[in-house]
């Protein structure tokens, strides 16, 4: 896939509804999957409760991966959300709600399988916005002290998954799985069942944690020696008049789909819950004894990275391309001159923007004093750089600019991000936070230096008749 590949938003056509019970409740759940507008993501909506109250799919909303990843928003829950939105993802959905009866999904037979034939009956249809891809440039990671578990993702030219998992038990032991294509999900991962331990299954039974779970949702790998103790409680929990151990160490109440079904099944856990993102991600995520807690942890460092990027994102703007106003006509409107006119030239504008440059020579009167030996523009002059750019759009909107001049009113919120240097080009972008009234000018100012944001700040300026 190519970065012009222009890829739109997708939701579906029809609502559909599932029934099933959810596997840690053991109560009957209604899910509804309901169509959604572009840039909505995925959300869960709980019907059963006063207000219909929605919970996003965001990885800051989850509270607890204990038997699953489990999302709270305040005081409402929705659990074991990895199978129903790892079914979203494998067939490049981008916008859904989801609404539930419950606090937790339908397991179905505890894999994704049915929640894709659901959606596809439902119609997969294109929708006017562009998806928004977060390209990964570079290895990110987390890791888990702990238990040794592992989450990375490294430069590719499309998503891909690979999972390796070691279990350590003779039983099942290391196995691996990948998924080269998302459009390979549907055939290679959809179905592939959630599996637990008996030692785990024992617990959950004690604490009578898995109401729903019969035995056609769950693998059991048998790592210890079946009491007979075990043996009449599964009886009664699965409804069973026997139960015994196959030759490969499960239990037999159902036939592996794959030899490596677990791994398969991880990869999917693996899908679901880096959905939690709330971006699509182009890149290869390689997981090594993956988790719903390394999962999730992994995916609120993927959000908070990418938020602080888009926050940061430097506008590319071609340079060589003659400009809208040189310095001269720049001159014609501004009152400034040097060594006080700091912007060299206007790149765009609008009635709301206006973007502009300025190339930082060692030339420049400051660096004598600020400071020798270590020349640094000083933030001040940053900042009136960033005023004489608004200033043009300000004085833009009148026929006369040049019997105008721009005063300051209100410099908020300045940060500082890094330092700039003589043979830096500046490049300074400005929008209107409100409309231009009575000759007032509030606006979002930034400034890039090196493909990087330099310095931002809010400022509020007036345009003044000149005496």
Do not use: W
């Not at 409100?434 to 979002?444: L, S």
Request: hydrophobic share 40%; proline share 4%.
């Amino acid at each position: 896939m190519s970065n012009t590949v222009v890829n739109k938003q997708r939701t579906i056509k029809n609502e559909v509804t599932l029934k099933g019970v959810g596997l840690h409740t053991g109560k009957q759940v209604i899910l509804t999957f309901k169509p959604a507008p572009e840039n909505h993501g995925y959300a869960f909506c709980r019907v059963d409760l006063e207000g219909s109250p929605i919970i996003e799919a965001d990885a800051n909303y989850v509270v607890n991966t204990q038997r699953g990843t489990n999302l709270e928003k305040n005081g409402v829950s929705i659990q074991t959300s990895e199978h129903v939105l790892a079914a979203c993802v494998g067939l490049e959905i981008d916008n859904l709600l989801m609404e539930l009866d419950a606090s937790e999904p339908p397991i179905m037979d505890g894999s994704s399988k049915f929640f894709i034939e659901a959606l596809e009956k439902a119609g997969i249809v294109e929708q006017e916005a562009e998806r928004e891809e977060y390209i990964v440039k570079d290895v990110i990671s987390y890791t888990d002290e702990e238990t040794g578990s592992e989450v990375l993702i490294m430069p590719s030219d499309e998503y891909q998954v690979t999972t390796m998992v070691d279990f350590g038990t003779k039983v099942l032991g290391t196995q691996n799985a990948s998924l080269k294509h998302l459009s390979d999900f549907k055939a290679e991962i959809a179905s592939a069942r959630t599996f637990s331990f008996l030692h785990e299954l024992e617990m959950l039974l004690e604490h009578g944690l898995i109401k729903g779970g019969d035995l056609n949702n769950a693998i059991v790998y048998v790592d210890k020696e079946l009491s007979q103790e075990t043996m009449e409680r599964l009886k009664v929990a699965f409804g069973k008049d026997s139960i015994t151990v196959k030759s490969n160490g499960i239990l037999d109440n159902l036939t592996l789909h794959y030899p490596n079904e677990a791994a398969r099944h991880k990869l999917l856990d693996v899908i679901g819950d880096l959905a939690l993102i709330g971006t699509r991600i182009r890149g290869k995520i390689i997981a090594n004894k993956p988790g719903h807690y390394v999962n999730t942890q992994f995916a609120k460092k993927m959000s908070k990275i990418i938020k602080i990027e888009k926050r940061n994102k430097v506008p590319q703007f071609d340079l060589s391309q003659k400009p809208l106003m040189d310095i001269n006509k720049i001159m014609d409107m501004l009152p400034h001159r040097p060594p006080f006119l700091l912007v060299d030239r206007i790149i765009e504008m609008s009635d709301k923007h206006v973007v502009g440059m300025k190339n930082v020579t060692m030339n420049e009167p400051f660096f004598v004093g600020h400071f020798p030996g270590a020349p640094v523009m000083p933030g001040v002059l940053q900042i009136e750089a960033m005023a004489q750019t608004g200033g043009i759009l300000a004085l833009s909107t009148v026929p006369d600019p040049e019997n105008y001049l721009t005063y300051f009113m209100k410099i908020d919120k300045v940060k500082f991000k890094q330092q700039v240097l003589p043979g830096d080009t500046l490049i300074f972008k400005l929008e209107l936070l409100t409309p231009i009234r009575r000759g007032i000018c509030h606006m979002q100012a930034f400034a890039y230096a090196n493909g990087k944001l330099a310095t931002e700040a809010e400022l509020m300026a007036q345009i003044v008749k000149s005496k």
